[in-house]
């Protein structure tokens, strides 16, 4: 894992998922590598009552019935779609998903504007075609195909940004199971074995860019997956990934829990005057979801070790926050400066504590970009 910047979910948790496989002995569904019961217990954290050797820890955070859908759903005929804003940890989850099903979270196509039929089906080996002509070895199949030959979980993300040509090539292999290769005279049909199924994310904002059939959309279920509000589960959940990100960078800078209070506070302030507001342009561009938070921390924390004083400020948080979410100017600009002058300036006066140099680190941050 060293040699790797970013490590696949079935190798970074290799361990667990070993364990739980020793001591799995629920049913299994098709060729799956893990019982529904245990898969639950993999994403969601052990709990006293699973009587375990060992603690498993808590990977993904949100309502425990999200995470029982979506099992559920890979078990069955249909495809499943994690939809939601930015930042809500569908692709995580999804992630999570693979690697406990088949141990393989890496079948993956990208949706853009580029994705074609090729990325969903197959393309060709042109030095191979010309030298041999079309056959099974000169076809190089997509992760798609790849996941169906195996029986393993396929991976489609930002389905919405994909266009209508490959959301169709979509809804036949989730209804017929098979893909067909009109190029080869035999041997030409590529079937899914048990266990196939897609995991497709999407992203609520992205309606209208390319928008499902209703014929796709009959082939999936779909799991709406919210933003976290909670301050106490988007506490948990910035901690666990700040936890990951010190661990990597192998640093020894502690967060304080008053300045992890303030982020999440100033994330709830800003979202509750995002509800509250008549128009877009008197909202942040920003989704202020937990991801961008966490964003914001891994941006002051790495300010911190590389130019300041190996110490985590109210002043190095407030500069941060201000940089990541200040996309549009003037807007975002004017938003942010009403912030800080309407909630942070009476709060710093009143609650005192880290308040009046994440004030003035917010205010300095704010006269750089303007």
Not at 168 to 193: G, M, Q, R, T
Not at 217 to 224: L, P
Request: a negative charge; aromatic letters at 6%; proline letters at 5%.
């Amino acid at each position: 894992m060293s040699d790797l910047l970013r490590a696949p979910a079935e190798t970074k948790y290799a361990e667990e998922l070993d364990y739980l496989e020793s001591v799995d002995t629920g049913t299994k569904p098709f060729s799956w590598r893990l019982s529904p019961k245990m898969i639950r217990t993999f994403i969601l954290g052990s709990q006293r009552s699973d009587e375990l050797d060992r603690t498993i820890d808590q990977k993904w955070y949100g309502d425990p019935g999200f995470v029982e859908r979506s099992i559920v759903t890979l078990a069955s005929d249909r495809g499943l779609l994690l939809i939601g804003d930015p930042g809500t940890g569908k692709s995580w989850l999804a992630e999570l998903l693979a690697a406990a099903v088949c141990r393989n979270s890496t079948l993956v196509v990208q949706g853009t504007a580029g994705t074609t039929e090729d990325h969903i089906k197959y393309s060709w080996n042109v030095s191979m075609v010309i030298a041999k002509g079309q056959s099974r070895e000169s076809m190089i199949p997509s992760p798609i195909m790849t996941a169906m030959e195996g029986g393993a979980i396929g991976r489609i993300e930002e389905l919405t940004r994909s266009t209508s040509d490959v959301q169709d090539a979509l809804i036949s292999i989730l209804s017929e199971k098979y893909i067909s290769v009109p190029e080869l005279d035999s041997d030409n049909i590529v079937f899914a074995k048990p266990g196939f199924s897609v995991i497709a994310t999407a992203n609520s904002r992205d309606r209208g860019v390319n928008d499902l059939s209703s014929a796709l959309k009959r082939r999936f279920n779909f799991v709406r997956i919210p933003v976290v509000t909670d301050k106490k589960s988007e506490a948990q959940i910035v901690r666990f990934r700040t936890e990951e990100l010190l661990k990597r960078h192998q640093l020894e800078l502690e967060v304080p829990p008053t300045l992890l209070d303030v982020l999440l506070d100033s994330f709830a302030d800003l979202r509750a005057s995002a509800a509250a507001a008549g128009s877009d342009d008197e909202k942040l561009e920003s989704a202020l979801s937990t991801a961008e938070q966490i964003g914001v921390l891994e941006d002051a924390i790495l300010h911190s070790n590389f130019f300041g004083a190996a110490r985590l400020t109210p002043h190095t948080l407030a500069s941060s926050m201000v940089g990541s979410l200040a996309r549009r100017a003037p807007e975002d600009l004017a938003i942010l400066n009403k912030y800080l002058h309407g909630v942070v300036e009476p709060r710093s006066n009143e609650v005192g504590g880290p308040w009046p140099e994440f004030l003035q680190g917010g205010r300095d941050a704010m006269a750089s970009l303007s």
